[in-house]
């Protein structure tokens, strides 16, 4: 386990770690925003990964990869309640993700931010349970896990961590030596006492809150959205994705929704890496009044 201030700190060392500008990250067509921030600083090329199937052969990403002068180097992925869809993967596809990620001999970073946040259905187990079950423990495992407490007991802390083969949270140590040290011990040692006391009880609560709140929001949407609108309808997690109709701009949308229905949003653009859909928004229930 590597201690990091914030999981978003990780993404930014394993971008670090993992890319040379040229090289290729697979990621899902929308994907975190955060995600895409952390490593457009290191200049890579994008590739989609479809996780509903329909993926290039390894042959194919490996050639698109060269052709931009560089290798494919990692997959990123939110599997639980993703950022900005609200979409779970079963427990095929993520099967299917450590299979093109084997064909490819390549890292598949799994960002569990929302994973303890699930409101519906049964878990399905993390990537990197699946990984060690097949590789015969973490340390011959492909997939670095990504946590955090910041979604379910104070973000302010930022106290995050990520789960790895050894020879990773190595190179990840020198990295946070030449960076900033080391986390705030005080911070370790507050969040380890709130997590020892009242972790269980604190996600209840979140979830018993969060739950209602999704329920409002998709009940509003299902009585005011009209005809060529679709949205997720999340088991768990943060956020409902919406899809307008073809042509519609949601970044034209945001100023008039704030101003006659106060009712705020984020832009589907900014979660594609290519910069396409504008007819896309990401909508969060988390901080709705009850």
């Known amino acids: 386990i590597f201690i990091t201030s914030g999981s978003q700190q990780a993404l930014d060392y394993l ?39 329909g993926n290039m052969t390894p042959e194919a990403y490996r050639a698109a990869a060269a052709a931009n ?18 979409n779970t993967l079963d427990i095929k596809q993520r099967e299917a993700v450590l299979d093109l990620a084997g064909e490819l001999d390549i890292a598949v970073i799994e960002d569990a931010a929302y994973r303890a946040l699930r409101y519906d259905g049964e878990g399905v187990p993390p990537i990197l349970a699946l990984d060690c079950a097949r590789s015969g423990g973490i340390d011959h495992a492909r997939t ?56 269980d009880a604190q ?11 999704r329920d409002a929001l998709l009940g509003a949407l299902e009585a005011n959205m009209p005809d060529g609108i679709s949205w997720s309808r999340p088991d768990g997690g943060m956020f409902v994705w919406l899809t307008l109709p073809e042509g519609t701009d949601a970044t034209e949308l945001l100023a008039r929704s704030v101003k006659e229905a106060r009712v705020a949003f984020v832009p589907g653009n900014a979660f594609y890496a290519d910069g396409t859909g504008r007819n896309t928004l990401r909508m969060s229930f988390t901080l709705a009044d009850d």
């Open 15 to 53: 971008g670090k770690l993992f890319l040379s500008p040229g090289d290729t990250a697979l990621v899902t067509w929308p994907t975190y925003l955060g995600a895409l921030q952390a490593f457009n600083a290191y200049e890579p090329r994008y590739d989609r990964l479809n996780t509903a199937g």
């Open 69 to 86: 002068g560089g290798k494919v180097k990692f997959t990123y992925l939110v599997p639980d309640f993703a950022n900005p869809t609200g």
């Open 144 to 199: 670095l896990y990504c946590g955090s407490f910041s979604k379910i007991l104070s973000p302010g802390m930022r106290v995050g961590w990520v789960c790895a083969p050894r020879h990773v949270v190595e190179k990840l140590v020198l990295m946070k030596q030449a960076s900033d040290l080391h986390s705030p011990s005080i911070n370790q040692m507050v969040m380890h006492r709130v997590a020892e006391t009242i972790f």
């Open 203 to 213: 996600v209840d609560k979140l979830i018993g809150a969060y739950r209602k709140r």
